[in-house]
C-alpha cells in the first residue's frame, strides 16, 4: 500500500437504544420502552471507514456533513477512531438512524434528517487523495455523495482499485471498477432482473447483468449466511460459501465485506482472494454479534453541549459559521485555554475577528486542560471561560473540546481561517510543524499568526499569584520576561501584522 484507503459516501449518525418492554402504552397499544443504555457510533460510509481502519493504518474519509450536532458528533467518532475525515459542506442536516431495541431485536427504527441535501464541491486535497489512495471504497447510501460530478471524474480517473458499494437510489458505479458489491435484492433491483430457476442463477444472471451495464472488472453478490456469488470475466461465476453458519443482527455485515475486500485489494490481493477474505470477516462479524459486538466509541470529543448561553455550543456554532457561509463571509477560529483570560487572549481574539466574517473559539475543556498542562490546571472552569469569552464582541460562538488538539472540531467547522496568537516560536523553512496545518489543506483552508502582546502570560500570572500575592499581577514591562511557554527566548520581536507561518504550539 503506497496510499491511504480511501472511503467516499454518505456517511449517517447511527444509535442504538437498548431496552425492556414490560407494559403498553396506556393511551395506545404500543410497547413501552424503558431505555437502559445507548451508543452512538457512524453508519453508512462511516461504519465502513471504522471497519477499514481495524485493518489498515491509514484511511480516510470523503463524505458531507452539516453544520449541526449530529455532524459534530460524527466528526468527533471517527477522529478519535483515527479516521482522516474530508468533509464536504452538506445542505440540510446530517442524516440519523436510531434503533430501539429489546432483547436483541430491533422493535423500531427511527430515521432523521430529511431529504438527501446536496454535497458541496471538493478541493484540492480532496481530488489529490482519490488519484493517489492506494483503494478506494464508494459506500453508498443513495444521499448524494456519490453523485458529485468531480468526484465521479476523480474516481474515473484514479489508477487504484476502486470497490463501489451500491445503493438502489444512488447513481450507477463510474465505468471500470475492479468490483461491485450488491446484496441479492440490490443486485435483481439494478440489473432489472427477473427471478431465475434458483437463487444462485438468478444471482448470477444480475451479477453478469450488471457487470455488463457498468463496464465494471467484477460483481460480487452477497448471500447472506450462504456466502458470496462473485462474477467475472469467466463465464463460470464463483461461489464462495461462508465458513460457518451464523445468526444474529446482520446489520453492517455488508460494510464489513467491502471494507475487507477494499483492504485486500489494496494490499494486493486477486479480486477472488478479496472475496474469500471478505465472506470469512462478514461471517465471523455477525457470529460476534454484528454491530451490538463492537466496541463502544470512548469519550465525546465534540460535546453536544459545552455550557450555557445562546453563544456556546454545537448549536451555537453551527449556526454561525452556517450563516456565515450562507451569505458568502468567511469563517474565522481559534483555540486554546484561554485560563485566567488577559490582555493579550483579547487581543488575539480582536485581531482574528477583523481577518473573516465570524469567529467562534474551540476551547480546550478541563480535562483536556488538566492533560495538557498538569493537575493544578485550570484555574478557571471551562463553562466560567465559556462565558467570558462569549462575552466578548469579538467572538460569535464558544465550542469546547476534550482533545488535546482541536482536529475533531476543526474537521466538523472547516473554518477558512485557523488562527494562532500569543508568544510562539515560529516553524523554519516550507515544512508545516503544526499539525493543524495540514488539517486546513482538507478543505482549502490556511493557517495565520497574529501578534502577541509582550509580557502576557496566563502561566506567568499564575506563578505570580501563587507566590507573591494579587498586587504583583501586572504585566511585564517591554522587554522583560516574557512567557515561559516560549522556546526561543533570543527569538528576534516580530513585526506587526499577520505571518502566515506555521507555529508549535496551542494558544494559552
Known amino acids: 500500500m503506497t496510499g491511504p484507503l480511501v472511503v467516499l459516501g454518505d456517511v449517517l449518525l447511527d444509535r442504538d437504544v437498548e431496552g425492556v418492554v414490560n407494559r403498553l402504552c396506556p393511551d395506545s397499544p404500543g410497547p413501552v420502552l424503558d431505555e437502559t443504555a445507548h451508543v452512538e457510533r457512524p453508519g453508512g460510509a462511516g461504519l465502513a471507514a471504522l471497519f477499514a481502519a481495524a485493518q489498515t493504518a491509514e484511511v480516510a474519509l470523503v463524505t458531507a456533513l452539516a453544520d449541526d450536532a449530529a455532524g459534530a458528533r460524527l466528526s468527533g467518532l471517527l ?115 427477473p427471478p431465475g430457476p434458483s437463487r444462485l442463477a438468478t444471482a448470477a444472471r444480475g451479477a453478469q447483468g450488471l457487470r455488463q451495464r457498468w463496464r465494471a472488472g467484477a460483481v460480487a453478490v452477497t448471500l447472506g449466511a450462504d456466502g458470496a456469488l462473485l462474477c467475472h470475466a469467466d463465464a463460470t461465476p464463483l461461489v464462495v460459501p461462508a465458513p460457518g453458519s451464523a445468526e444474529g443482527d446482520t446489520c453492517g455485515a455488508g460494510d464489513r465485506f467491502a471494507a475487507t475486500a477494499s483492504v485486500a485489494l489494496a494490499r494486493g490481493a486477486l ?55 450562507a451569505a458568502g463571509g468567511t469563517v474565522v477560529a481559534t483555540g486554546g485555554c484561554f485560563d485566567l483570560l488577559h490582555a493579550g487572549h483579547v487581543a488575539t481574539l480582536q485581531a482574528a475577528r477583523r481577518l473573516g466574517d465570524c469567529l467562534v473559539v474551540c476551547l480546550n475543556s478541563d480535562t483536556s486542560v488538566t492533560d495538557l498542562k498538569g493537575p493544578d490546571r485550570p484555574v478557571v472552569p471551562q463553562g466560567d471561560r465559556g462565558r467570558l469569552l462569549a462575552a466578548l464582541n469579538c467572538v460569535d460562538a464558544v465550542l469546547v473540546f476534550d482533545e488535546a488538539t482541536p482536529h475533531a472540531v476543526l474537521s466538523w467547522l472547516r473554518p477558512d481561517v485557523w488562527v494562532k496568537g500569543g508568544d510562539y516560536a515560529t516553524g523554519v523553512g516550507d515544512e508545516p510543524v503544526l499539525p493543524e496545518a495540514e488539517l486546513l489543506r482538507r478543505w482549502g483552508g490556511h493557517t495565520v499568526v497574529v501578534p502577541y502582546l509582550p509580557g502576557r502570560s496566563t502561566t506567568d500570572l499564575i506563578a505570580a499569584a501563587r507566590t507573591a500575592g494579587i498586587d504583583r499581577l501586572r504585566p511585564a514591562a517591554p522587554g522583560g520576561p516574557a512567557d515561559s511557554s516560549r522556546r526561543d527566548r533570543t527569538e528576534p520581536p516580530r513585526r506587526p501584522g499577520v505571518v502566515e507561518r506555521q507555529p508549535t504550539e496551542g494558544a494559552r
Open 271 to 325: 479480486v477472488s482472494e478479496a472475496v474469500q477474505l471478505a465472506v470469512a470477516e462478514a461471517s465471523a462479524y455477525v457470529a460476534a454479534g454484528g454491530v451490538a459486538g463492537l466496541p463502544v466509541p470512548a469519550g465525546d470529543p465534540v460535546p453536544t453541549s459545552s455550557g450555557t448561553g445562546e453563544r456556546i455550543g454545537v448549536a451555537a456554532a453551527g449556526a454561525v459559521v452556517a450563516a456565515t457561509r
Open 79 to 193: 477522529t478519535a477512531a483515527g479516521v482522516q475525515v474530508y468533509a464536504l459542506p452538506l445542505a440540510g442536516a446530517t442524516p440519523e438512524k436510531i434503533r430501539l431495541r429489546a432483547r436483541g431485536r430491533v422493535l423500531l427504527r427511527h430515521d432523521r434528517g430529511g431529504a438527501s441535501g446536496t454535497p458541496g464541491e471538493p478541493g484540492e486535497a480532496v481530488l489529490r487523495l482519490i488519484a493517489d489512495a492506494s483503494a478506494v471504497l464508494v459506500s453508498d447510501y443513495g444521499r448524494g455523495v456519490a453523485r458529485q460530478p468531480a468526484l465521479r471524474a476523480a474516481l474515473a480517473a484514479t489508477a487504484a482499485p476502486v470497490v463501489w458499494d451500491p445503493h438502489p437510489r444512488g447513481p450507477a458505479a463510474v465505468p471500470g471498477v475492479h468490483l461491485a458489491t450488491p446484496n441479492e435484492a440490490e443486485v435483481r433491483e439494478l440489473a432489472e432482473c
